[in-house]
């Protein structure tokens, strides 16, 4: 920058000077001076702007180099792995609440599994549900339990002791 500060104010002495040696000739040359010495001006006053588009340039191909090496297979794949993770994480829970409050078992009296079709990620699917009961929840009834939960969540379900 202190190199383009210091062409134009060397440029402006310089064009000072062909002007007063074109003082006293006629209008027609110090038309033509002048104008050439405008010119030579705007181009200097200018040429930055060259640096200027190629830096955004630049700028504009790391943007998007970086947006489209964010899309890699690795990345979606971790994604959709953490997608269902989350989700199988939330339906247990969910479905492990809902025999817990109707049969009022004991949190550590129930395991909860789910079996999930990820084939399509946009549309996971529940195939089946897995229940083991424990300790006091073990002596309740499997089949009632069995069917208030497929009624829940509309799929097999299998109900086991342990």
């Known amino acids: 920058m202190t190199g383009y500060l210091r062409s134009i104010v060397i440029l402006s002495i310089i064009s000072g000077i062909i002007k007063a040696f074109f003082t006293d000739t006629g209008s027609n040359t110090k038309k ?32 998007n180099d970086f947006t489209n090496g964010i899309f890699t297979n690795e990345v979606i794949d971790k994604s959709n792995y953490i ?4 989700s199988k994480e939330k339906i247990c ?16 009296d129930i395991y909860v599994d789910i079996v999930m079709n990820t084939t399509e990620i946009s549309a996971i699917k529940i195939t089946g549900v897995n229940i083991i009961l424990t300790n006091h929840a073990s002596w309740s009834n499997v089949d009632e339990v069995k069917k208030y939960t497929e009624n829940l969540v509309g799929v097999t379900v299998n109900v086991t002791r342990k």
């Open 32 to 63: 033509y001076v002048n104008f050439l010495i405008g010119l030579i001006m705007v181009a200097v006053i200018i040429s930055p702007l060259k640096d200027l588009r190629t830096k955004l340039n630049y700028a504009k191909d790391y943007i």
């Open 83 to 86: 997608i269902i993770k989350s």
């Open 93 to 108: 829970e969910g479905i492990k609440e809902a025999v817990i409050s109707k049969y009022n078992f004991d949190t550590r």
